[in-house]
């Protein structure tokens, strides 16, 4: 039988939740090898570096990379479109393998598929899953959540909005943790960026023609 919705909805946030708390344990994301100055190399012992990296985190990597990521697995894993799920895998990895989210994404990913495994009936599920174990395919964990979101029919709006909360927050919590502030200024740099959430995801599910398909939070 189909689990019921809340067991449903429970598995996208056991992904959510395993990746942010995997970003909380390794710590604010350190210098890439090889990265000429990326955003997340800034120094963050003031409280306006780490707002700067909030903001170029939620612009330059949320924005036009995972939002879009997820609205276009969910599209692929509820049309069935196996091919274009596992050359959007590869897509993605021109953005992520330079960057420190790339190993907690990859390990995120593929735990969620495995346990996403007795779903047999769900083809896209199988592949993607044998993929990844075969090395075709990283398992990125943003697609692996657009598929989560897909099969077992949640709603993508709501799942958007969750996502972005919920990484933000784990990213903000990781450098508070550092012990370079008090709990009160990350909550203070976040305040404004989660008050911009919600018109970003409509701009990812309108970019992705799929917000006449979805009800109104």
Not at 84 to 90: I, Y
Not at 139 to 145: A, I, P, Q
Request: hydrophobic share 40%; with cysteine; net charge negative.
């Amino acid at each position: 039988m189909r689990p019921n919705e809340q067991n449903a909805r429970s598995e996208a946030e056991i992904l959510l939740g395993d990746y942010c708390s995997l970003l909380q344990q390794v710590g604010f994301p350190g210098l890439a090898p090889d990265a000429p100055e990326p955003f997340w190399s800034s120094a963050l012992e003031t409280a306006p570096g780490l707002g700067q990296f909030l903001e170029d985190y939620f612009s330059r990597l949320l924005l036009p990379c995972e939002l879009p990521a997820i609205v276009t697995a969910f599209g692929h894993a509820r049309r069935g479109e196996w091919r274009d799920l596992l050359a959007q895998d590869q897509r993605l990895a021109a953005h992520l393998v330079p960057t420190p989210f790339a190993e907690p994404s990859r390990r995120m990913g593929s735990m969620q598929l495995a346990r996403l495994r007795p779903l047999r009936d769900h083809r896209i599920v199988q592949r993607y899953l044998a993929a990844v174990e075969s090395g075709q395919a990283h398992g990125w964990h943003t697609l692996v959540y657009g598929v989560t979101l897909s099969v077992y029919s949640l709603p993508m709006r709501q799942g958007l909005l969750y996502y972005s909360q919920e990484t933000l927050l784990a990213l903000a919590s990781a450098a508070a943790r550092s012990g370079n502030f008090s709990q009160a200024e990350p909550d203070e740099l976040l305040s404004s960026l989660l008050a911009r959430i919600p018109e970003a995801v409509e701009a990812a599910l309108a970019a992705n023609h799929c917000g006449e398909l979805l009800p109104k939070a």
